[in-house]
């Protein structure tokens, strides 16, 4: 019996572990790393708003 992909429908390598094949998984993987890419943007946006309010706002205390 030949395992199908869950989500495309296409068929697993033989022995796989995954319900998903290669095709969705990679997707999925590519998705962690944009999160990560917008998680480190938004880090540094949230750096720099720091760092430019301390310039245009000195008397902040
Ligand atoms: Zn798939």
New binding site residues.
């Given amino acids: 019996m030949i395992m199908e992909?869950k989500?495309?429908k296409?068929p697993l390598t033989k022995g796989t572990k995954y319900k998903?094949?290669e095709?969705?998984r990679g997707k999925k993987a590519q998705g962690i790393k944009d999160a990560g890419k917008a998680l480190l943007a938004a880090g540094g946006t949230l750096a720099l708003f720091v760092v430019t309010k301390g310039k245009f706002n000195p008397k902040g205390k």
């Fill in positions: 992909c989500k495309c296409r998903t094949c095709n969705c």
